[in-house]
């Protein structure tokens, strides 16, 4: 009895320190590759790639297309009538699984006023001070320096370019070692994400046989608030809704016509205003229908380590809305959000009259169960509820004539969502990569709040899908001086190395 125990303890001992050792592997072999990393990133995040001008993408494009076949990667542009996708792959030889990783290489339009460096097109090295601003310091102190919350400030250095650099600083630091992985490898680049990816789903029907593998691997959005490692099974769709309320022909003097002149501000405002209560919820019949968390997903959701107190400090808000008992219950139901709205001109520009038109633009954040067609047919009707009339275009002086309330509605759909089951092979199979690679089980995020554009490829394909994000949090994602901490870059390419050494399920 006592040998069966001693031989089990000693078998245990050498599986945890051959762990450690392979802990330890990867982490040289990131050291290792650190400076090439690094240059790789800056090279990278150089480039514009703001979507709108096609002249900046097709840089990138050629860019993507040189470093990959430079490490023998098969690549190959898949038009889509517009800016091009780009499959690029790298099959071993008897392999009988496909890994597909998706990464997005366009950015944000930026402001450069409001960042704080000369050029959010030309990466900088900045140090946190005392009193919480960053100071740049010179990029050249990486060469022998190395502080885990320095942090490089550029345009798309987290938002997506950052992942990128990391499975790229990967790949090559396992080539350098001899070591490869057991599955063939396809990556998709996505070069329109940040305008909601507008030909992704008739593209991937398109070249669904080109496409095909076994799971889809999602390189893109934040890490965990507590910068943990971190999984997410999912993520919410999003579409789009367009209002413009209607006043005078033309913009009238209010000294002349107010009290008398309907002001569209007001109009739009009460409607508005009637979609939700003064706790934040959709009170149209039917929005949330068709949602509901047994007792062991609301254990999923618990079980992640938020710290509510810490992000409504952050946010700069006393009270959350209540749609979910938490943040991450929150995220599980379909939202309704007022992305934006314009009536006339305030500030010094502001004149005293009654506006023409009124416009908001809202978002809707979708979950599985959401049909986005249905909520916009709830939503219609709740709009004529109020006594509107709708049309799709301008309203004719007839309609006007006709109509007292009248609201143009134009309405759109980017994607929906998807969520794969945590307790899939792919989930097992990815915990037991990163546990390999620190220690511990990654935070489990059932789906994340924002939107990527992956259930094309969920539906087309038959496949599950999970995102892997590694970049810090607090990155600046969408706004003026974005950042990738290089904690994050250093723990991403550990991650991406761990995932392609872990023997496929």
């Known amino acids: ?106 950015g944000q339009a930026v402001d450069r006023s409001r960042w704080f460096q000369p050029d959010p097109y030309i990466p900088v090295l900045k140090e946190q001070k005392a009193d919480g601003t960053w100071e740049i310091i010179p990029m050249d102190r990486l060469n022998k320096e190395y502080n885990a919350d320095w942090r490089i400030f550029a345009r798309s250095s987290s938002d997506d370019k950052g992942p990128l650099a990391m499975f790229i600083s990967a790949w090559d630091a396992l080539t ?31 070249y669904k046989e080109k496409l095909t593998a076994d799971l889809m691997l999602i390189m893109d959005g934040p890490q965990h608030t507590s910068n943990k490692p971190t999984l997410s099974y999912g993520a919410r769709g999003i579409s789009e809704l367009f209002l413009t309320t209607y006043g005078p022909k033309l913009s009238q003097h209010s000294g002349h016509y107010g009290n008398y002149a309907p002001n569209p501000a007001l109009l739009l405002s009460q409607l508005l205003a009637s979609m939700k209560d003064e706790n934040g919820r959709v009170i149209i019949p039917g929005f949330y229908e068709g949602i509901t968390l ?33 943040y991450q219950e929150s995220i599980q139901y379909p939202s309704l959000n007022i992305r934006g709205m314009r009536s006339a001109w305030v500030g010094p520009e502001a004149r005293t009259i009654i506006p023409e038109v009124a416009v908001a633009e809202l978002d809707m954040r979708l979950v599985p169960e959401s049909d986005p067609k249905r909520l916009f047919g709830l939503i219609e009707n709740h709009i004529r509820e109020q006594g509107f009339y709708i049309v799709e275009k301008d ?32 989930g097992a199979w990815l915990r037991k990569s ?37 970049v810090n949090a607090d990155n600046n994602q969408h706004s003026p001086n974005e950042n990738l901490r290089l904690g994050n870059y250093k723990d991403g390419i550990v991650t991406i190395m761990s995932v392609l050494t872990e023997p496929m399920y």
């Open 294 to 326: 047994s007792e062991s997903e609301k254990a999923v959701l618990n079980a992640v380590p938020d710290d509510e107190v810490a992000i409504k400090k952050r946010l700069g808000i006393s009270r959350t809305d209540q749609v979910g008992q938490s």
């Open 176 to 206: 350098q070692a001899g070591i490869s992985p057991d599955y063939s490898i396809k990556i998709i680049l996505d070069f329109e994400e940040e305008q909601g990816s507008p030909r992704l789903p008739a593209a991937v029907i398109q």
């Open 1 to 106: 009895m006592r040998i069966t125990a001693l031989i089990c303890f000693l078998l245990l001992s050498l599986s945890l320190q051959a762990q450690k050792t392979e802990r330890a592997q990867l982490e040289a072999l990131t050291v290792k590759q650190w400076q090439a990393a690094i240059k790789l990133l800056n090279d990278l995040v150089s480039m514009p790639n703001d979507a709108v001008f096609p002249e900046q993408i097709e840089e990138n494009i050629v860019w993507c297309e040189n470093v990959f076949t430079a490490r023998g990667w098969t690549q190959e542009r898949l038009e889509t009538g517009g800016i091009p996708l780009l499959l690029v792959e790298k099959k071993r030889p008897n392999s009988k699984k496909t890994a597909l990783f998706y990464f997005h290489v366009d």
């Open 434 to 470: 990163m546990n390999r690679a620190f220690g511990t089980d990654p935070v489990q995020i059932r789906i994340s709040g924002g939107s990527i554009p992956i259930s094309p490829f969920v539906d087309a394909l038959g496949i599950p899908a999970v995102t892997i994000p590694t």
């Open 395 to 426: 309203p004719t002086d007839e309609e006007r004539m006709k109509y007292p309330k009248i609201v143009r509605v134009n309405k759109s759909i980017s994607y929906q969502a998807f969520r794969t089951p945590m307790d899939s092979e792919a």
